[in-house]
C-alpha cells in the first residue's frame, strides 16, 4: 500500500487511539500477503461515535434499533479503496468488558474488520466468514493481538 489518507473525527467521550496507532492497523489490514488483495491507495475516515449516533446510523442504514460495534461504507473498491468505519466506542467498551479482552485490543479487531470490508471481505455466507474470521486473525497476530473468536462456543 503506498498511500493512506486517514481522517478521524470523534463524537464520544473517553480515550481512542492515537492517529499512529490507527495507521499501523490499517496498515496491517492492508497486507496483501495476507489479504491476498493489492491496492494502492486508501481514503479512509475513522469516526468514533457515541451510542445514540451509533443507534442513529444504524437505524437509517441497516434499519435496527440498537447501536452496533462497527458500521463500514464503501465508496470505491478498486486499485484504490474509499469509505467510512464507524466505531460506537460504549458498544466497543462493553464488548471488551463481557468477553474478558482488553477495549484497545477489541478495537483493533474491529477496525481491521472494517477495513476488510473496504477490500470486499465479507460474512454473508459460512465460507466467506470463515475467510474473514482467518485473515482477522492473521492481521491481529502480526500486530501481537490474540485471536478474538479463540474463547467462542
Known sequence: MKNIYLTIQSNTRGAIPVRATLRRWIHAAFDSKITHKKFFEADITVRFVNGKEGRALNGTYRKKDYATNVLTFVYEQDWRCVGDIVLCMPVLRQEAREQHKT???????????????????DHDNDADARQMEHTEIAVLGVLGYPNPYQDRD
Open 103 to 121: 477495549w484497545r485490543a477489541h478495537c483493533a479487531h474491529l477496525l481491521i474488520h472494517g477495513v476488510l470490508h473496504l477490500q470486499g471481505f
